[in-house]
């Protein structure tokens, strides 16, 4: 594998993941709990969506074929996304998918830290541009965690299942490859593992707020390293891609 | 042979689509132009990643530069240096809290100021007032209400 194969498909995880969380919150525009959650879900859906652009542009670039962002978004499949397994899995209830978005949130945040350091400029222009928003998304999904957890019966309980669901996602978003090796040695990439205690202090520390308790089971799904994922992507592709590629020549 | 200068005071005259009383200079989105012979490249910035107001700001240069007669645009979108309410003048500030938006306070090392602090209603000027969500009406904004005379208003957040 070359360099350049390895950014690209470096490219591709964090372009993914941002495009495919982003494409989950907004399926709760106009369904949001009340008004401001609504908007907050959505603005937050925006931010991920720009984001996603952003990398997805210099994804295209840096394999020189010709691909533009959109093309890379609407013209794949399932089998070419590298998006984490967590980022897919569906909204459920509202605290499900505030808990996946805190998961999500506090990783981006340890990562995109990191990655501001990186020796390629425009990654590194990229997360110092990132950085500030998801600093906003990690405050607002903590602090609802919390509510949450720490709130009625019936709502920590709802947490509490979501938690129970969603742990075993967790695991592979720390999971590093060839892909890793060669950018780390290039000062490229960040070193997965040297985020994993800074993740799990954070997250730890929210969840004991919330009175929520890890599973103890510690089985973790893995997959989407090599681009094998759950089966809820195949639908979100299916609604999302629908248009461009019913209607290849549409313009806005 | 076109001039640099000129160009950017035109351009300085673009209207920020979602909050027209300031313009893209007075936000900081206008960062640059670099004029290349007959070709002219407009460097801009976006304010948050997903702001969907830049490709209106994209197609509002293209225009202006028409009308200007420059037909060879290239509009650039750079990432770094990361956009900054810092960059807004005290005169746009002036003029966001006229139109009803609350500008966002001092420099973005103050975190206070992205938290609880007591934020000034633009209508009343009471600090009376509480934050009502972190997330506004558009993405570089939170919203407010005032406990004095009760309206709603946007916080420009600090970032």
């Known amino acids: 594998m070359t360099k350049n194969e390895a950014l690209f498909n470096y490219l591709l995880r964090l372009g993914d993941t ?55 978004a609407f013209h794949r499949t399932e089998r070419e996304f590298y998006n984490t397994l967590l980022s897919e899995q569906s909204n459920g209830d509202y605290a499900k998918t505030i808990l996946r978005q805190f998961l999500c949130d506090a990783f ?19 997360a110092a541009k990132s950085i500030k928003e998801i600093t906003y998304h990690l405050r607002h999904t903590s602090s609802w965690v919390e509510r949450l ?53 954070k997250v730890k520390e929210v969840l004991e707020r919330a009175t929520l308790k890890i599973p103890a089971n510690a089985f973790m799904q893995r997959g989407s390293r090599d681009a ?25 | 042979m076109v001039n640099k200068e ?29 004029v290349n012979g007959n070709e002219v ?45 810092d960059w807004l003048s005290d005169e746009a500030k002036e003029k966001l809290r006229k139109y009803g938006i609350a ?8 975190k206070g100021a992205l938290a609880g602090k007591k934020k000034t209603c633009p209508h009343c000027s009471s600090e009376n007032t509480e934050m009502v969500s972190q997330f506004g009406s558009t993405a570089c904004k939170a919203l407010y209400k005032c406990l004095d005379c009760k309206e709603p208003f946007d916080y420009f957040k600090c970032h």
């Open chain 2, 41 to 85: 490249e407009v460097i801009i910035t976006p304010t948050y990643s997903g702001c969907p107001a830049m490709k209106q700001i994209e197609d509002d240069i293209v225009s202006a530069m028409k009308k200007n007669g420059i037909e060879n645009t290239k509009v650039k979108m750079a990432y770094h240096p990361a956009w900054t309410t």
């Open chain 2, 103 to 110: 500008p966002p306070e001092k420099s973005t090392s103050d």
């Open chain 1, 18 to 72: 941002s495009l495919i969380l982003a494409q989950r919150n907004a399926e709760w525009c106009g369904h949001g709990p009340f008004l401001e959650e609504d908007l907050a879900l959505t603005n937050i859906s925006l931010d991920l969506l720009g984001q996603a652009n952003s990398i997805l542009l210099y994804a295209g670039a840096v394999e020189g074929k010709g691909r533009s962002e959109d093309d890379l």
């Open chain 1, 149 to 201: 957890g720490d709130g009625t019966e019936e709502s920590h309980s709802r947490m509490q299942n979501a938690l129970d669901e969603l742990w075993r996602f967790t695991g592979e978003m720390f999971e590093m490859n060839e892909v890793d090796s060669i950018l780390i040695k290039e000062g490229i990439a960040v070193d997965l593992k040297s985020i994993q205690p800074k993740w799990e202090s």
């Open chain 2, 6 to 34: 000129k160009i950017l005071a035109f351009l300085s005259e673009i209207p920020d689509p979602e909050i027209p009383v300031i313009n893209i200079k007075d936000l900081g989105v206008l960062r640059d132009v670099v």
């Open chain 1, 108 to 126: 981006d945040y340890c990562f995109y830290s990191e990655l501001v350091k990186s020796k390629d400029e425009t990654l590194s222009a990229i």
């Open chain 1, 228 to 252: 094998k994922h759950t089966e809820h992507l195949g639908f979100i592709l299916a609604e999302m891609q629908s248009l461009p590629r019913s209607l290849p020549d549409a313009k806005w």
